[in-house]
């Protein structure tokens, strides 16, 4: 069994992640850390961590007889954008912890990247692993050197550094708060308790997403597969595209007295730089990534799960 250590591991991903993962290698193998501390028990073994702490980041590693690292602890688009120096320093300096200490104890990493670290000046339909990445927010710019400093790391030591560019992802168990995409999150939450949601994006604003189920299905499949069938480090993951218009038509389905309105901010313009759709041909050929969800799929089993939590009434019909 792999014994892996999460960092961020209180986040949306991390959250469900380390569930899954605990669920296939064991409570004991996986070693949660956050900057945050646990609401519950339920993490344990964790650890309090942040990043930015070289000495105690090794001191868990060595500690523990790691051989896997999740670096997912980020500062996410919204949240860098209102402070960029909190963001540079997460993002980057973290990163070059996680990498470095995998290099040193030739641990397998996964750091995830975005569709963030495309730009306006991206092809935006059907986007390529390999195409222009010119981003202009400061969480594309630390993906875009996540990326290149895990490939040199490879390309120099051999670390065995791999990253996938998710879309914006769904869930209902942990509520994202700090991206662009959490838009698509939100409506749920509000289809359910008011039966009307104002989006921060343009009715039709087009991004890629993914649902959790499909998240942590790439996950893990990067995770385990053969370095020797990598071709390369750098992965597209795709799942649907959507835009609010459409989500909210999906929604209408189940609840059809559902309103949404519009009014953009600042959360726009850091969408206009984003792809529409993800090709992910590579993805499919080295590690037989396929998603599950598509767009009416994802919209009732979100519906069906979030109105338990809610504890609202919810007709699947
Ligand atoms: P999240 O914001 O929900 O969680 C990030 C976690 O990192 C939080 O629990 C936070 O407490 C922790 N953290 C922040 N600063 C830290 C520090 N200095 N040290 C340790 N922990 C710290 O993010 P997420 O959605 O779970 O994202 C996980 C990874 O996936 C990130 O790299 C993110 O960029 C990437 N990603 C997420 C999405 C998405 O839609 N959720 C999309 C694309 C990429
Ligand atoms: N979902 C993320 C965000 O909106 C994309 O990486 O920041």
């Known amino acids: 069994m792999p014994r892996i250590l999460i960092t961020g591991s209180l986040g949306q991903i991390g959250t469900e992640l380390s569930e899954k993962l605990r669920e296939k290698y064991g409570k004991e193998n996986i070693i949660?850390?956050?900057?945050?501390?646990?609401?519950?028990?339920?993490?344990?073994p964790f650890y309090t961590l942040d990043v930015l702490d070289t000495v105690s980041f090794e001191h868990i590693i060595s500690s523990n007889d790691i051989d896997w690292l999740i670096h997912n602890a980020?500062?996410?688009?919204?949240?860098?954008?209102?402070?960029?120096?909190?963001?540079?320093?997460v993002n980057f300096r973290g990163f070059d912890n996680a990498i470095e200490l995998a290099r040193k104890y030739n641990l397998r990493i996964i750091s995830?990247?975005?569709?963030?670290?495309?730009?306006?000046?991206?092809?935006r339909v059907n986007t390529p692993d390999n195409t222009v990445m010119r981003p202009n927010t400061i969480y594309g710019v630390s993906k875009v050197y996540v990326e290149l400093l895990g490939e040199y790391y490879n390309h120099k030591w051999g670390t065995d550094f791999r990253t996938l560019?998710?879309?914006?992802?769904?869930?209902?168990?942990?509520?994202?708060?700090?991206?662009?995409?959490?838009?698509?999150?939100?409506?749920?939450?509000?289809?359910?308790?008011?039966?009307?949601?104002?989006?921060?994006?343009?009715?039709?604003?087009?991004?890629?997403?993914?649902?959790?189920?499909?998240?942590?299905?790439?996950?893990?499949?990067?995770?385990?597969?053969?370095?020797?069938?990598?071709?390369?480090?750098?992965?597209?993951?795709?799942?649907?595209?959507?835009?609010?218009?459409?989500?909210?038509?999906?929604?209408?389905?189940?609840?059809?007295?559902?309103?949404?309105?519009?009014?953009?901010?600042?959360?726009?313009e850091i969408a206009e730089g984003w792809p529409n759709s993800l090709d992910d041909t590579a993805a499919r050929e080295q590690w037989n990534w396929k998603p599950e969800y598509d767009l009416d799929a994802m919209v009732v089993d979100m519906l069906g799960n979030l109105s338990d939590i809610l504890d609202i009434p919810f007709d699947k019909k």
């Open 112 to 123: 995830p990247s975005s569709i963030a670290a495309f730009g306006p000046s991206t092809p």
């Open 165 to 268: 560019r998710y879309p914006g992802i769904i869930s209902y168990k942990t509520p994202p708060m700090h991206g662009t995409t959490d838009y698509a999150v939100a409506i749920f939450h509000e289809a359910l308790k008011n039966k009307k949601y104002e989006s921060f994006l343009k009715e039709d604003m087009l991004l890629p997403m993914m649902y959790m189920p499909d998240c942590l299905k790439a996950t893990i499949g990067l995770l385990e597969v053969d370095s020797s069938r990598l071709k390369q480090r750098s992965f597209n993951v795709s799942g649907m595209s959507f835009n609010p218009e459409q989500i909210s038509d999906a929604i209408k389905k189940y609840i059809p007295e559902f309103q949404i309105s519009y009014n953009p901010d600042y959360r726009q």
């Open 32 to 44: 949660c850390t956050d900057l945050r501390a646990p609401k519950n028990n339920n993490c344990d």
């Open 74 to 89: 980020s500062i996410l688009s919204a949240t860098g954008e209102k402070d960029p120096h909190l963001a540079m320093r």
